[in-house]
């Protein structure tokens, strides 16, 4: 039975955490929850119909076997290292704080610990999984969000864009997944995601657009390769919690857990 803990608590932890205590996932136990503070874990407890253990992220790391990192991206090195060193298995949700961190891919391979990112908001890893075995030509991942979703972003202030009253689509910041990690921190998870599986975060180009005639994040993702050329598209629905997050974004996560345990696995 694997000792699993979860980190963040937002729409996405407790999604996962409900799943697991509600249905149950075979050979997985949820043990642990980190909450930010006992308001916090009381809401939780009330929220999740069996016990759990509330720790800090030194005591995940020590007390559970796989640990669900759900975490705002400024928070995540304090629990990666503490897990990794550990020896323990790291879900980690907030991809694009693995670029350029083979400190921690290093951390891993000493400690036996090993780092699993589940696919998100994300569709089609596996496909990049597999052509990424012969010769990517090039990858291009769309996102195009509603401007309510774009207009706090930081990137906006700091250049002085004002989307109010925008009729057609304007693309924002277009480069390279390493380039627009940089600005946007929090929202290029999915991509990410994409460019370790296939040819790298300088490599991968991404584009974010703000779309007055959208409701809901789109994401389009452009292959060429050697083997295949394929375009895939995907328009997540909001989760009830948090507007902002994916419903699929927690199902991904019970989907990969499921997998640690189970009998036939289907998928690369």
């Given at each position: 039975?694997?000792?699993?803990?979860?980190?963040?608590?937002?729409?996405?932890?407790?999604?996962?955490?409900?799943?697991?205590?509600?249905g149950?996932?075979?050979?997985?136990?949820l043990?642990?929850?980190?909450?930010?503070?006992?308001?916090?874990?009381?809401?939780?407890?009330?929220?999740?119909?069996?016990?759990?253990?509330?720790?800090?992220?030194?005591?995940l790391?020590?007390?559970?076997?796989?640990?669900?990192?759900?975490?705002?991206?400024?928070?995540?090195?304090?629990?990666?290292?503490?897990?990794?060193?550990?020896?323990?298995?790291?879900?980690?949700?907030?991809?694009?704080?693995?670029?350029?961190?083979?400190?921690?891919?290093?951390l891993?391979?000493?400690?036996?610990?090993?780092?699993?990112?589940?696919?998100?908001?994300?569709?089609?890893?596996?496909?990049?999984?597999?052509?990424?075995?012969?010769?990517?030509?090039?990858?291009?991942?769309?996102t195009?969000?509603?401007?309510?979703?774009?207009?706090?972003?930081?990137?906006?202030?700091?250049?002085?864009?004002?989307l109010?009253?925008?009729?057609?689509?304007?693309?924002?910041?277009?480069?390279?997944?390493?380039?627009?990690?940089r600005?946007?921190?929090?929202?290029?998870?999915?991509?990410?995601?994409?460019?370790?599986?296939?040819?790298?975060?300088?490599?991968s180009r991404?584009?974010?657009?703000?779309?007055?005639?959208?409701?809901?994040?789109?994401?389009?993702?452009?292959?060429?390769?050697?083997?295949?050329?394929?375009?895939?598209?995907i328009?997540?629905?909001?989760?009830?919690?948090?507007?902002?997050?994916?419903?699929?974004?927690?199902?991904?996560?019970?989907?990969?857990?499921?997998?640690?345990?189970?009998?036939?696995?289907?998928g690369?």
């Open positions: 039975m694997l000792k699993i803990g979860i980190a963040g608590t937002g729409a996405i932890g407790l999604a996962v955490a409900r799943a697991m205590s509600e149950g996932i075979p050979g997985c136990k043990v642990a929850i980190s909450a930010r503070n006992a308001e916090r874990a009381n809401e939780i407890a009330r929220a999740i119909p069996v016990p759990v253990r509330f720790l800090t992220f030194a005591g790391a020590e007390e559970c076997d796989v640990i669900v990192e759900a975490l705002p991206p400024e928070k995540f090195g304090c629990l990666a290292r503490p897990v990794l060193e550990n020896g323990k298995v790291l879900v980690a949700l907030s991809a694009s704080q693995l670029l350029g961190r083979d400190d921690l891919i290093d891993a391979a000493g400690a036996g610990g090993r780092i699993l990112v589940p696919s998100g908001a994300m569709l089609g890893l596996d496909a990049i999984k597999a052509v990424s075995q012969g010769k990517i030509t090039s990858i291009t991942i769309e195009r969000k509603p401007v309510a979703g774009l207009v706090n972003a930081p990137y906006l202030h700091k250049n002085g864009l004002d109010a009253g925008i009729t057609e689509a304007v693309c924002i910041l277009a480069g390279s997944v390493t380039e627009v990690a600005e946007f921190p929090a929202n290029v998870n999915v991509a990410a995601a994409l460019s370790l599986a296939g040819i790298g975060p300088n490599r991404m584009e974010i657009w703000a779309d007055p005639a959208l409701n809901r994040n789109m994401h389009t993702v452009r292959v060429a390769s050697d083997s295949s050329d394929f375009t895939m598209q328009q997540n629905r909001p989760s009830v919690e948090n507007p902002a997050t994916g419903r699929i974004t927690p199902q991904s996560v019970i989907a990969l857990l499921k997998d640690l345990t189970a009998v036939m696995r289907i690369t």
